[in-house]
């Protein structure tokens, strides 16, 4: 498609609770990236993806968080057994190429930990 | 530490002006710097990106200056419209050649009648 899609919109847990996202990105980008974004609008890189291939990982959480980009599904992000904190806004980005390239942005997932 | 700011309080400017951003950053050697528009419950949108080695990019009504001695940009939106009313953020693109986007916390821009 010619938008990232990201699914669900609005995400509720249960503290402890298992949380998992999904992203379809462009058709034809190579390259995934997961974002936080909580109060004040602080961004934090999550992990990115060449196609299948985990790129650069250096933002995760490894202890409770995972993510994979397999062929023909969406990309999905994983927290395991979630905490108060992980109450933020989880955007999905893609871009064709490397090197200044835009990335675009999906409509992000609201997750909620009570 | 490195650390990019922006304007943490609100921009109100009048309709017609010029509205000027500002991000500084410290600690990073950032090859790339973008400008994105995010509006409230939506992903952020991209609006222009300059190289390291380039002072000035322009696109519409939208401008955007890059210090690299200074470790800042300068954002411009002219003739503002109520339209235009979003947080704007940048963000630097890293020189490890991962390009993993760091942002920064944006600036909320309030463009009146």
């Known amino acids: 498609g010619e938008e990232v899609a990201q699914t669900p919109k609005h995400l509720v847990r249960g503290e402890g609770q298992k949380a998992k996202l999904y992203c379809a990105p462009i058709k034809g980008h190579s390259y995934v990236f997961w974002y936080q974004q909580v109060l004040k609008n602080e961004f934090k890189f999550l992990i990115s993806?060449?196609?299948?291939?985990?790129?650069?990982e250096t933002g995760m959480p490894k202890e409770r968080f995972s993510a994979k980009c397999l062929p023909n599904s969406p990309c999905s992000l994983e927290i395991q057994a979630t905490k108060l904190e992980d109450s933020a806004v989880y955007f999905c980005?893609?871009?064709?190429?490397?090197?200044?390239?835009?990335?675009?942005f999906g409509p992000g997932t609201r997750l909620l930990v009570l | 530490s490195q650390k990019i700011e922006q304007n943490s309080e609100a921009l109100n400017i009048q309709e017609g002006k010029t509205a000027t951003l500002t991000c500084n950053y410290t600690n990073y050697s950032p090859a790339y710097l973008q400008w994105y528009r995010q509006d409230p419950g939506r992903g952020p949108v991209f609006l222009l990106l300059?190289?390291?080695?380039?002072k000035e990019k322009r696109k519409e009504r939208l401008k955007v200056t890059f210090d690299t001695t200074l470790k800042q940009s300068l954002f411009h939106i002219t003739a503002s419209q109520p339209a235009d009313s979003a947080t704007y953020l940048c963000?630097?693109?890293?020189?490890?050649?991962?390009?993993?986007?760091?942002f920064g916390t944006g600036t909320r821009l309030l463009v009146s009648p």
């Open positions: 980005a893609s871009s064709q190429d490397l090197d200044g390239e835009t990335q675009y």
């Open positions: 963000a630097l693109g890293d020189d490890t050649g991962f390009q993993k986007l760091v």
């Open positions: 300059i190289r390291e080695n380039e």
């Open positions: 993806f060449q196609n299948e291939n985990v790129f650069d």
